[in-house]
């Protein structure tokens, strides 16, 4: 692996840290509230503007055709910025590298480019209330209407990220209950004001409405909206799925910059020898995903593959998170009960923290990532599954 930037890629990163350090709002409010989701659509505009929103993205959709390295190395001078977690994550980091891969030309078309300035902003809508990580025990459905040339989606999702403020959505139905579990699942699109779709908030541990239910009576959605082949919806579903766990969603940078922000508050505060280990830990966890990230880059740009690779970059971000959180409101202490104006941070360790303890559950459970571990890398015996009679 090697750390030496081109001359090209140097004077890349110098222009994002400027145009960051002049442009990044900062903290915004909650995207999870109304007036926040409105902030942060406003600074997708921003970024969309000047072409900083979807940087790897060809330049006539608004990107700058950028490397996979030039991607990662402004994600670290956006996060090392300061600038508020993107309210288009779910269309940009998600669906969009599948609509790449999978996407019909008229789907490329209609989606792509008001995912760049927030204009579209899109849920992922995977699990439901008996189904969890477990994809494949999806019930909802969906049959076919020939008559419309088309599909009525039934059933309800669950947790899903963005609902109450996005404007569509896209999850998996069953297209055939006869298939085997794996089998027979499609993968649609859909508008959320569709005529049969009732949104229905959930309110998060910090009292947010940041995840939604959505319950599907009766929805018609034509072929055109159909991502890959029907009945394909699996394999479409798993190349999100790798997309989410591994290199796109969890930037090494936003766990840097956190780290960064864990050793001026210990500054601050002189902390004592305990939490001076947790701050050590926490910089030495954080460096090392970057270095193993970097790795990653190489092998991609490569030829190479995150394969299910991609569940262990998942535990490993999910543990950092919580522990250096940990660590913060260890410095804290009775601070850490303070939220909002005249709080440490406005009370924005504790709102990460709480945060932090999803990152176990989303994005798969790390019960299921242990689980892939377990039997793709380390060839270790299936686990049995209690459902099967002996």
């Not at 439901?128 to 309800?156: H, K, M, T, V, Y």
Request: proline letters at 5%; a negative charge; aromatic letters at 10%.
């Amino acid at each position: 692996m090697s750390m030496k930037f081109t001359a090209d890629e140097s004077a890349f990163r110098a222009e994002a840290r400027q145009w960051l350090g002049e442009n990044s709002p900062g903290r915004l409010p909650s995207m999870d509230t109304e007036n926040g989701a409105r902030a942060h659509r406003q600074w997708e505009r921003t970024l969309a503007a000047s072409r900083w929103s979807v940087v790897a993205w060809p330049e006539d959709l608004g990107g700058r055709d950028a490397s996979l390295t030039e991607w990662v190395i402004f994600e670290e001078e956006y996060y090392r910025s300061g600038a508020p977690t993107r309210i288009s994550q779910n269309g940009i980091s998600l669906l969009a590298p599948i609509l790449f891969q999978h996407g019909t030309a008229d789907q490329q078309a209609r989606y792509l480019q008001p995912m760049t300035d927030g204009s579209e902003v899109w849920a992922q809508a995977w699990s439901e209330p008996e189904a969890g990580s477990d994809l494949a025990s999806i019930r909802s459905r969906a049959s076919r209407d020939d008559e419309r040339g088309g599909w009525i989606l039934s059933g309800q999702k669950t947790w899903s990220s963005r609902a109450p403020w996005a404007d569509r959505g896209f999850g998996l139905f069953r297209t055939d209950p006869q298939a085997e579990r794996h089998r027979g699942l499609t993968y649609f699109l859909f508008p959320l004001d569709a005529e049969g779709v009732t949104v229905r908030p959930i309110g998060q541990l910090d009292g947010d409405a940041g995840f939604g239910e959505i319950f599907f009576d009766d929805v018609f959605v034509s072929d055109d909206d159909v991502l890959g082949a029907p009945g394909d919806g699996w394999r479409v579903a798993m190349s999100t799925a790798g997309n989410e766990r591994g290199l796109s969603l969890r930037s090494p940078g936003r766990f840097c910059a956190a780290v960064d922000r864990l050793v001026a508050l210990w500054n601050e505060r002189d902390a004592d020898s305990a939490a001076t280990s947790g701050v050590v830990d926490s910089w030495i966890a954080a460096q090392a995903y970057r270095l193993y990230t970097w790795g990653t880059v190489e092998n991609l740009s490569g030829g190479g593959d995150i394969g299910a690779y991609g569940s262990v970059n998942k535990l490993f971000w999910s543990q950092l998170d919580i522990g250096l959180h940990e660590t913060a409101l260890e410095l804290l202490g009775p601070d850490a009960e303070l939220r909002g104006e005249g709080a440490p941070a406005d009370g924005a360790w504790a709102d990460d923290y709480l945060f932090s303890l999803a990152g176990p559950i989303y994005a798969g459970t790390n019960e299921i990532q242990r689980n892939i571990v377990a039997e793709r890398i380390l060839g270790l015996p299936r686990e049995i599954d209690a459902r099967k009679k002996p």
